[in-house]
């Protein structure tokens, strides 16, 4: 355990919590809505610092992450607990639990991390992954301040749910963000995830002007958020808020947890898939078994520059630079 950033003490010892945008007030004895974060007799304490639930080397394409360092090996590293209440979410033995509920986890010290990372000569860097690192903030922090001392990548793999003073004192430590934009539309959002849309897209600008390196992915749930048209207005805004070169992750659903909507149709991803390659450069389809929307290529003279099939990934178009052997166009920042 530590104690929290981000919250301040009122009346009768309760504590706002600063960190997201729940804003939540938490009397003493009480957790927030994230179910980690304890008001200690008017201190906010982060019962999970340094409490693993999972740790394992994986694709860097698994994040997702397509254009960042592509066919590299990442060290991710995940805990338990999330500020969001998904009822759709492929992870809620971890992300639903507080510390009192999930009895498999292992205390893991920050340098510990990087020793564990630094043991894979090939691994690039460390994730933050699995549930949603935000409500493990200090922990992720102090890995990520250990990691960047050592040449170690930092990737949050995040809901975005993070309000913007704990965002911009952690960007400076990340390298890459992967995002999950759950859908365009506030009704979404509060009924099936127990949050709000605006402060995630807020972030994603918040995000994108830091320069960091920034991929969206979209989970294409039937009957939930699978409207044409909600869609387009989600790519247009990407389009026009991110630009137009944002990579975009398509992903098919499968029911999980308590959302018993029937499997996404790959007729519908390939439409959708449609729709954003019309707008935004790089499109990619998710958890599909088809070799569409899985190759990265030039968006000036369409030039195959990355080849892909599951998780194997071969840079077939590309100079040292990330820049197109045929015509010369910078394709990736990060190679």
């Not at 999972?54 to 860097?60: A, E, H, Y």
């Not at 033995?93 to 991390?113: G, H, L, N, R, V």
């Amino acid at each position: 355990m530590k104690e929290s950033l981000f919250y301040s003490v009122g009346k009768e010892n309760r504590v706002h919590c600063t960190l997201c945008p729940h804003h939540c007030v938490i009397k003493p004895g009480k957790r927030g809505i994230c179910r980690v974060r304890k008001n200690d007799a008017g201190k906010l304490i982060s019962e999970n610092y340094s409490r693993v639930s999972s740790v394992g080397f994986d694709p860097i394409e698994k994040k997702p992450l397509y254009h960042f360092h592509p066919g590299q090996i990442i060290f991710s590293v995940g805990s338990i607990g999330c500020n969001l209440h998904c009822q759709f979410c492929q992870n809620w033995e971890i992300s639903q639990s507080s510390c009192d509920d999930f009895e498999y986890m292992t205390t893991i010290a920050p340098d510990k991390i990087i020793e564990m990372a630094s043991d894979r000569p090939d691994n690039i860097g460390i994730a933050y992954t699995y549930n949603e690192p935000a409500v493990w903030y200090e922990y992720m922090m102090d890995i990520a301040n250990l990691a960047g001392d050592t040449g170690l990548k930092n990737v949050m793999v995040s809901n975005g749910f993070i309000n913007p003073e704990p965002l911009q004192k952690l960007i400076p430590f990340m390298d890459a963000f992967s995002i999950d934009l759950k859908a365009f539309t506030e009704q979404f959002y509060l009924q099936l995830t127990n949050s709000r849309l605006q402060p995630i897209l807020d972030a994603l600008k918040q995000i994108r002007k830091s320069g960091k390196h920034l991929e969206i992915t979209n989970l294409v749930i039937t009957n939930q958020n699978d409207n044409p048209d909600d869609f387009e207005a989600m790519v247009d805004w990407i389009a026009n808020e991110l630009g137009e070169e944002t990579v975009l992750h398509i992903s098919r659903y499968y029911p999980t947890y308590k959302l018993n909507d029937p499997t996404t149709p790959e007729k519908t991803l390939n439409h959708f898939y449609e729709i954003a390659s019309r707008r935004l450069d790089h499109v990619f389809l998710g958890n599909l078994r088809s070799n569409r929307g899985q190759d990265t290529t030039c968006p000036q003279c369409k030039t195959i520059a990355i080849l892909r099939s599951g998780y194997t990934t071969r840079i077939v178009g590309l100079d040292e630079q990330g820049n197109c052997k045929n015509c010369g166009n910078n394709v990736i920042k990060f190679i």
